[in-house]
């Protein structure tokens, strides 16, 4: 018989598994950055692509499974994964290196002009966040991770390997190479530190595993959020729970998440975002094959073939590409710390950047294809804050507003504006 538990998963508080108290109130509040997260992250190395067939398995509590998943220590994988992303953004693919920067001031890298290189990740990541893309992943262990995308006739692989991370094109014949950065899993130094003297994390170009991801969202299972399971399914020829993981709150982007578990390793093995809007998945990401075993030794080792154009990173931030990727200024002074609004899926981060029209302090200085790009996800709006800008998607969206504010969660644009309101 399917497993079916609709019942709630809180803990004496209200709260969800053991986390300290601390923990559950911060992931609260990281609710929309944790879910946006997962569904960016996810579709670096990751989950998949469900079967015909429900299998018959052992019922399972929804509390039950979160502790599989939350035991669940899989170092070790291989397998290709199918990524569908339609966040109600233009399509970012041909923008190319326009995207990798989408506050780039003109004159900066796109693509291989100006000494930049077409296989640098950023943007190449970036176009993961729209339609339909096919990978081939594998993963030993913190130091080692490989992802590939796949085209009809060209590949793109970014390589991490102990000290070293390699990201290389085909279609260009470009590599791109770097040094692990400090504190990045298995680079062999200690954990990275801020001006702060704080523990930085990975960066996000470095994919770390499904797990990593799943546990984030699992993280705000509190009063404000209904958590069950949902039935059972195929995944890459895998039997899986299904986890379903829903906001309480009204004003929340997000409709559900659901995450297919696989009921021998506690893995993820899928992961759905559906809108509270309504249609098709925003973020679907799903392994359509899957192997457990460790990955051949070869399969992380990288040398640019013959004729290869090699661009070093310390090369490419002498020559001030790293320029390309970064906030006009005056558009990313913060000038306050965030401040958090309200909490679970429905918070607000507000930013003060302490000037005047960021929005127009950031379009002064964009490429024309960018520049389109952020005008076709705008929406003007008033109130009693004033007048601003909303830059929509399916999931997150930002309100700027013309004295200098932003806003942005996981909520809609009626909640912004109104979160607006308020904290004037």
């Known amino acids: 018989m399917a497993p079916n538990d609709s019942a709630q998963i809180t803990g004496e508080n209200g709260e969800a598994g053991d986390l300290p108290a601390g923990r559950r109130r911060a992931a609260r509040y990281v609710v929309p950055v944790a879910v946006a997260a997962v569904a960016a992250a996810t579709i670096g190395l990751v989950p998949a692509l469900a079967a015909a067939g429900d299998p018959d398995l052992p019922e399972i509590s ?238 992380f080792d990288f040398s640019p073939p013959k004729g290869t154009k090699v661009t070093e990173a310390d090369e490419s931030k002498a020559a001030g590409k790293d320029e390309a990727h970064k906030v006009p200024k005056g558009a990313g002074d913060l000038g306050s710390e965030p401040n958090v609004i309200g909490e679970g899926w429905t918070s607000v981060v507000q930013l003060d950047t302490g000037g005047k029209s960021p929005a127009g302090a950031v379009s002064k200085d964009m490429p024309a294809q960018a520049q389109q790009f952020m005008d076709a996800l705008g929406d003007k709006v008033e109130g009693k804050f004033g007048s601003g800008t909303v830059f929509k998607t399916r999931l997150v969206n930002a309100l700027m507003t013309d004295d200098g504010k932003v806003y942005v969660g996981a909520v809609t644009k009626d909640a912004l504006v109104k979160v607006a309101n308020e904290a004037k």
Do not use: C
């Not at 995207?99 to 640098?120: L, M, Q, R, V």
């Not at 014949?173 to 530190?193: D, F, I």
């Not at 509270?276 to 990401?285: C, F, L, N, P, T």
């Open 62 to 299: 929804a509390q039950e499974l979160i502790e599989k998943i939350a035991a669940s220590d899989t170092q070790q994988l291989s397998g290709t994964v199918k990524v569908k992303t339609d966040l109600g953004i233009p399509a970012i693919g041909g923008l190319g290196g326009a995207a990798a920067g989408a506050f780039a001031p003109k004159g900066g890298t796109e693509g291989g002009e100006e000494g930049g290189s077409a296989a640098e990740p950023t943007g190449r990541l970036m176009e993961l966040a729209s339609g339909e893309h096919t990978l081939r992943v594998a993963a030993d262990g913190p130091g080692k991770q490989r992802v590939s995308i796949l085209d009809s006739a060209a590949e793109y692989s970014l390589i991490h390997n102990g000290g070293e991370v390699w990201a290389y094109d085909s279609a260009s014949n470009e590599a791109y190479h770097a040094e692990a950065p400090a504190g990045a899993k298995g680079s062999g130094e200690g954990p990275a530190k801020g001006e702060d003297g704080k523990d930085q994390a990975v960066p996000k170009d470095l994919p770390a595993t499904p797990q990593d991801f799943a546990r984030e969202a699992l993280k705000a299972a509190g009063d404000t959020t209904s958590v069950t399971v949902d039935g059972t399914a195929r995944i890459a020829g895998r039997d899986a729970y299904q986890l379903v993981i829903k906001p309480k709150q009204d004003g929340s982007t997000v409709g559900s998440v659901k995450v297919a578990v696989d009921s021998r390793t506690g893995t993820p093995l899928k992961f759905t975002l559906l809108p509270s809007s309504g249609g098709k998945a925003a973020i679907d990401v799903g392994f359509t094959k899957v192997d457990f075993s460790k990955p051949a030794a070869s399969t």
